[in-house]
């Protein structure tokens, strides 16, 4: 993307990188993120070698990418984590109407094809990752910690306008092989 999430992690973080596989995307990031680096994805194979990272994150990207190419974006994701690395992802909920509606009334979203939190957990454990975990968020849009504590308290219900799956890359020890 354009660097969003970046320019919030990249003074919290040793190393960033980022990948798209829009060429303007990436120009766009670069300017506003300095301290990331992002490369171009070719939509078939990350530019990292395995198990480069100890974090792999995607945020609203998959309801942009064709349902026929989501796994193998996971796969790879999964593949440039280090074992008991771990890989997350935000998404549109589709359960909550109001995400519906403004993904309906998007322009970049015009294309989208949200996602249901089950399913991609389904293609996390698919792609090898294990202790899956999951939880729906953005139920209540005041920032107040009363209001922080009780989104805490509901993100197993799956009425949050976003949702985020992680899982981490197992770990094979030497007498496992």
């Known amino acids: 993307g354009t ?20 060429l ?10 300095p301290l990331a680096r992002f490369l171009r994805y070719d ?8 198990g480069s990272f100890d974090f792999a994150f995607a945020a609203c990207v998959l309801h942009h990418v064709a349902v026929d190419a989501r796994p ?4 790879e994701m999964a593949r440039v984590v280090r074992p008991g690395g771990v890989v997350a992802v935000f998404e549109h909920n589709p359960w909550n109407p109001v995400t519906r509606w403004v993904v309906a009334r998007c322009p970049l979203d015009r294309d989208a094809v949200l996602l249901r939190c089950a399913t991609l957990r389904r293609l996390l454990a ?21 209001w922080q504590k009780a989104e805490a308290a509901v993100g197993w219900l799956p009425l949050g306008a976003q949702y985020w799956v992680a899982g981490s890359r197992p770990i094979t020890l030497p007498f496992q092989r």
């Open 126 to 146: 698919q792609c090898g990752l294990e202790r899956i975990e999951h939880s729906y968020l953005l139920f209540f849009p005041w920032q107040r910690l009363l």
């Open 3 to 22: 660097g969003s999430m970046s320019g919030l992690l990249a003074p919290h973080v040793r190393r960033l990188y980022g990948t798209d596989v829009a």
């Open 72 to 75: 193998g974006l996971l796969v």
């Open 24 to 33: 303007a995307g990436l120009l766009e990031a670069r300017r506003r993120v």
């Open 43 to 50: 939509g078939r194979r990350l530019p990292f070698r395995e």
